[in-house]
Structure formats: C-alpha cells, structure tokens
C-alpha cells in the first residue's frame, strides 16, 4: 500500500501538541531556574522581591566549602557505587542466566531492595548500623570485634552510605545486565567451545566485548541516578560528620529550602546540571569514538 | 479527637477530663476549626495534651500538623508566603522567627482582638515577643505584641545526680569544674562523662555551642541590641570557649562526638550511659517516665557552668505562637482565642500538670514546683534570668548553616578551632554584606 506523505504543516501540527506539553513541563520550569540563578530573592510584606545580581552566585560558588565537599564526595559515590552496582549485577546476572528454572526465585529476590522506598531503606540501615545495638555490631561482637560507629566516624561514613547505595541499586544494574546476558548469541559461544577456548578467555574476549554497549549504558544509566543521591545521606547522616558524606544534592538542599536562599541554591542547581550533562556528553563521544 | 498527632496521652487525660468538668457539660464551638503547623518536639506530647484539654473546654476543634523539624519550617514559609495560609498558627523556633517579623507575615495580635493583653506572669524571653517594623529590633516598648511563647526552651543541664550523691561531688560552677566532674564519673562507672550535641542538623551544635561563647563572654556580634553588627565570633574569648567545648568532647565525650543528635543524647541519658547531657529543659518529661527511662528519680538538674569571672548563659531555643496575617478574620480570630486560652495561669499549670513546660511564673512559682518530679522548674527558675537568645535578624537562618557546618567540622578533626572561627566569621560577614548590614570582622585569629 502506497504511503501518503503528509505536508509539512501537518506533520508541524501534529507535534505540537507535545511539544508544548514539553515547553510546559520541561523547558518552563528550567527558564525559571535560570533566571533565578541570577537573582536574590527576599520576601517582605507578604510578596517576593527579584534583585538582579548577575554572576554573583555562580562566583560565589568557588567560595562555597560545602559545595566543594558536595561535588567531592558526590563524585566518589557515583564512581565507587556505580562500579560496585554494575559489576555486582553483571556476577549476578550471569549467575542467573545459567540457572535455568530455578532463575526466577532467584531474580524476584534479587529485585527485592529496588521496591523498598527510600524513607524505609533508611529506617533499615540505621537500625543495623546503630552502634550500640544494630544487628552489624552484634555480628561483630560475636568474633569479638566492634563496635564500630559506622555512620558516626568520620573516615567510615561515606562507605557506609555508599554501601547502602549499593544494596538498593545493584538490581537496577542487574536488570538491565541480565536483558543482555539473555539476548547474547549462543552461537557465537558454541564455537569458542568447540576451538577450546576457557571459561575466562571465553568471557574476556567474548563475553565482555558483546556486553560493553549494555554495560557502558547501565553505567551511564546509574550514574546520572547516583548523581542525584539525596534520601539515603538525608536519612542516614545528614551531611556529616563534618562534610564526610555531603552531596551535592542535599547541599542544593540546605541551601535553597533551609537556608531560602533561592538564587543561590538555583544557581547551584543549573552548575550541577551543566556538569553533568558535560561528564555524560564526554562518556558518550568516547563511547561512540570507541565503537567506530 | 481532631488531632493527626498519636494518642499517647493515657495518664493526662484524666486530669483533662476532670478539668473539663468545670463547665458541666460539653459546650458547643464558638470559633472557627483551627489548625496548628509544629515540629516533632520532646515537647509535643504535652503540648497535644493542652490542646485536647482545650477541645474539651470550649468544644472548639484543632489540628495538629506534626512535623520534622526542616519540614515544619518549610510548610510554614510555604503557608505565609501563599495566597491564604493554611494554617492558623504557626509555632515558630526562637532561631527562626525574625525572619516571619521582618517579612511582615504575622498579624499583630491586638490588631486581631484589640482586648487582647499578654498574662503578666508569661515569661517575655528577652523581648523576642514583640516587633517593632520601623527600627527592625524585637522591642517591647515600641514594638507590636506578634507572638506569645509556647514553650520555654532553654538548654539545662542534665546530671545524675544520684552518681554525685554517691561520688559526694558538688554541683559545678565552672566548665572546668564540670569537666573535673564528668572524668571522674566516667573513670568510677565506665559511663560517658559529657555527652555534647555536637551533630549538624538544622540547628544543633549551635545551640550547644553558644552557652560556652557567651558565658566566656564571646558573642556573635559586638552590639547586636545597640544595631551594630561588626562580626566577633574570631574574638580570642570564641576560641577559648571552642577550645574548652572540644576538650570537653574529646576527654569525657563519646568516641564519635561529631555525629550526636538531641535523641542520640536522650538515648544515653535515660539509659544511663551517660553522667552530663546539656538539654532543652522540655526533655525532663521522659527522665521520670518508667516506660522511657531506667534513670527514673535519678536525673538532677542545674544552670549551665561558665568560665570564671563570667555568668551562665544558657541559649533560647523557645517556641513562639503567631498569626499569619493571610488568613480569613474568622480564623485569625479563632486563633487568638486559642492563644489567650493558652497563656492563662490556670491553663498553664494544667499544661505543667500534663508533662508540658509552661511558660508562665504561675506554673514555676506556685507549690507544683516544689514537689520532687517537677524539679526541673527550680532549676529552670534559676536560669531563665541569664538565658540569652541567639540572634534577632532573619539572617538567622543562613547564619546558622554557617555555624552548623563550621563547628561540626572543627568536632569531626576537619578543620582546627582557629580555622573554623576564622571561615565562619568571614562567611558570616558576607551574608550580612550581602544583606545590606554595615558589618566588619575581627582581624583572622593567629594559629
């Protein structure tokens, strides 16, 4: 059947009503993070006050400890709990596809961690990282060691959260990791059987170049989310000890809600924003120059 | 019961229903439902108490809506700032009410009834009732009557006393006394000597901290009730009681003093782990409780030390009732009957005789205060002439993520106590740069 070119205007009409649902809900919003950026606002009388200030709040960014420690800390719990997640869940994932039947149990436990909220996970992790009575140093205490103040200690609490991060993310990796462990071609396995290869040869040379593109996108994937990480370090430390384990994302907090300094934390907002698009923007041209 | 808050109230409501007796049978509302935004609080439980009492006095409906501590904050911005509030009282923190003064946002309460007269016998809280618009200070004299006080928060100091009695130690009149004091406790019980609310949060380590500036005679600002806000928290008298707060932290603290919060405090003071805690005096309801508390009868309460030559200064962190100015008159009229109900004498010793903390010399000065379990009051009685607020400018709230920060890293090692006053002071000199303060600081304090 021949198919009917539709003008230009058409086509133009046709997307317009979700291009302005987009405008609306997307682009809208972000104009008005960028025009607070470059504001202070005060409330006096009942009403808001706009002043213009121009860079001041992105220069003042450059003084900002918390913000310095924020993007610090964010930086190693997106590397080290990404890495972690995405490496644990490609184990698992295998682990999986050669289970045969008996995968499904296995993959809706897996799963588990991924549907408790948030709010709960925190509950959770603080009751067994309680130093006096949390099921962690009880099993320590049983081969004699311990306590530990796992989320009171300066050089211990990041870990902890991040350990946490792990926990309830690694079946989002998993996920995704075991949709391509499952499409890989059997064939191409057959055939490094058959010319002798090992089990570790067949899955460096085989396994893990026909899985890069998921692996690179379940990376890329949990990175932006862990760039987000705020629930966890709320519940669990609120920022300290110290900046120990301040992200970034809850520093936006503190400043724009509890501070109210709304151009601030809006001009903080659109730098996190812009950086990471540029991180995500630079993986992928290295991914795409690495395919070609 | 109207409440969203729990019901928890088992043993208040006896004396609540007995109360509501006085009026025979139950009335009939006269006022509008009222609805009331607080903060999950030590205090809570006793202020939900008077609240029931007051449902069943007038037959007029309230709600409380409970919630964390930022969360509140936020909701009530959020409300005063809207086109009509959706609440009829705000209870503000001591730290954060200029802010809702300066932005004009709370209806002066002789506006809404011009009958209204604060009770003699309410505590005023250095003034931080009333605001005066033009001169932009908490001034009684000049200023309109915004608020009245819910809650009395001063900090205290909490001590077993009944390890005092044991060890024959005396009540300390200095920090230095007291530090002598918690070691040995701690060396003779294996207990922790002081614990220290050394946490970040929204307000936490401040309020610890600043009894030691003020009672080493530091201060924040050089004359903030004369309008002159050169900042001096770097001043040598700040560093001296930084020093002391973290020698106090690190010889008879916990292992991890950084990361403790007002109910990890709590925890360890009614579980007796601990001999010192310094404590909003609204947490003495759960030292008596046998449900909550293996100390019960054993916690002592006095005045907070100083450093020698000086006065204690235990901080204000006391809880205000307003009004927002964007609410129906109906409301606002309803609202300022809860609160002239509230400031009562007879109201306030129910309030004190239900587990609340009054906030009335009616409750502290009459006989309730001389019975064994309502000791607290003596001491209470003893500090409130030389408690000190902290600040009155609606800077309060950015300032105080400075200090939250600062201090905290300079507990957690990050940083020394020379490095934390001199960045705090310099950041807080900007925020009142940036708000258009004429200000300075001090020059950097030497390492």
């Known amino acids: 059947m021949a198919m009917v070119q539709a003008s230009r205007p058409v086509r133009f009409l046709t997307v317009l009503p979700a291009l302005l649902f987009l405008v609306l809900l997307s682009m809208l919003p972000l104009a008005n993070l960028l025009a607070l950026s470059f504001a202070k606002v005060t409330w006096a009388e009942g009403s808001a006050r706009w002043d213009w200030v121009g860079l001041a709040n992105y220069r003042a960014l450059a003084d900002d400890a918390l913000f310095e420690a924020g993007i610090l800390n964010t930086l190693i719990l997106v590397v080290s709990a990404t890495t972690l997640q995405v490496g644990i869940g490609l184990g698992l994932a295998l682990i999986c596809s050669r289970l045969g039947r008996s995968a499904r149990a296995y993959r809706t436990l897996f799963l588990l961690p991924i549907l408790i909220p948030g709010i709960i996970i925190g509950a959770i992790w603080k009751l067994m990282y309680n130093v006096q009575f949390g099921i962690i140093n009880q099993a320590l205490a049983l081969v004699g060691l311990g306590p530990v103040d796992w989320l009171g200690s300066s050089s211990l609490a990041l870990a902890s959260v991040i350990a946490v991060d792990v926990w309830h993310w690694t079946p989002f990796s998993f996920l995704l990791l075991l949709a391509a462990v499952e499409a890989l071609p059997k064939d191409v396995f057959e055939a490094a059987q058959i010319d002798g290869a090992g089990a570790w040869r067949t899955f460096r040379r085989i396994t893990l170049p026909l899985l890069w593109p998921a692996i690179f996108t379940t990376f890329i994937f949990r990175a932006i989310i862990a760039f987000k990480v705020f629930d966890e370090v709320y519940l669990l430390t609120g920022g300290g000890p110290g900046t120990s384990t301040q992200v970034i994302s809850f520093t936006i907090y503190q400043r724009f809600f509890v501070q109210d300094s709304a151009g601030y934390g809006a001009a903080m907002s659109v730098f996190v924003m812009f950086l990471v698009a540029v991180v995500i ?12 | ?40 609080s030590p205090w809570l439980e006793g202020f939900a ?6 449902q069943q006095q007038t037959g007029n409906s309230v709600t409380l809506d409970v919630n964390p501590y930022a969360g509140s904050l936020e909701k009530q911005r959020n409300a005063v700032r809207a086109g009509e509030s959706e609440y009829d009282i705000l209870i503000v923190n001591g730290i954060f009410y200029p802010e809702m003064y300066e932005g004009g946002f709370l209806e002066p309460l002789t506006d809404i009834d011009p009958d209204f007269t604060l009770d003699p016998q309410v505590y005023t809280f250095d003034d931080t009732l009333w605001y005066d618009s033009e001169t932009k200070t908490v001034n009684a004299e000049t200023g309109d009557l915004l608020t009245i006080p ?12 009944d390890l005092y009695e044991k060890h024959g130690l005396e009540k300390p009149e200095t ?10 406790i701690q060396e003779a019980e294996g207990i922790v000597g002081m614990k220290q609310r050394a946490a970040r949060a929204t307000i936490s380590i401040s309020w610890d901290y600043w009894p030691y500036l003020n009672s080493f005679g530091g201060s924040l600002f050089r004359d903030e009730s004369g309008g002159d806000f050169f900042v001096t928290l770097n001043s040598p008298e700040a560093l001296e009681a930084l020093k002391m707060y973290l020698k106090i932290a690190e010889e008879v603290g916990p292992p991890n003093p950084a990361s403790m919060d007002q109910a990890t405090l709590i925890q360890y003071i009614v579980t007796g782990q601990a001999a010192h805690a ?38 204000i962190g006391h809880w205000l009732g307003g009004v927002p100015r964007n609410l129906p008159d109906a409301n606002k009229q309803a609202a300022v009957a809860f609160l002239d109900w509230f400031q009562q004498p007879e109201t306030q010793i129910a309030y004190a005789e239900m587990g609340g903390s009054p906030v009335s010399a009616a409750a502290y000065e009459g006989a309730f205060a001389e019975k064994p379990e309502n000791r607290y009051m003596i001491a209470m009685r003893d500090a409130l002439p030389t408690a000190r607020r902290m600040w009155t400018i609606p800077e309060g709230a950015e300032i105080v993520a400075v200090t939250e920060v600062g201090l905290n890293r300079a507990v957690a090692g990050e940083i020394g106590p020379v490095e934390a006053l001199n960045s705090m002071a310099a950041e807080i000199e900007k925020i009142m740069q940036d708000a258009g303060f004429e200000t300075g600081r001090l020059p950097d304090l030497a390492d």
């Open chain 2, 150 to 161: 819910v809650n009395p928060n001063i900090t205290m100091m909490f001590y077993r006393a």
């Open chain 2, 278 to 315: 310094v404590l909003p005096v609204a947490a003495q309801s759960q030292m008596d409780d046998p449900n909550k508390s293996a100390v019960v009868g054993k916690i002592g309460y006095m005045n907070l030390p100083h450093a020698p030559g000086h006065e204690s200064a235990p901080a």
């Open chain 1, 281 to 292: 923007g630079v993986a992928m041209t290295r991914q795409k120059a690495r395919t070609r």
């Open chain 2, 175 to 184: 920090w230095d006394e007291l530090l002598a004091n918690a070691k040995a």
């Open chain 2, 1 to 40: 019961m109207n409440t969203r808050f729990g019901t928890l109230r088992a043993l208040p409501l006896a004396v609540a229903a007995s109360l509501a007796l006085w009026g025979g049978a139950a009335p009939a509302q006269t006022q509008e439902p009222i609805n009331i935004v607080i903060n999950q």
């Open chain 2, 49 to 54: 108490n008077v609240v029931d009492l007051y």
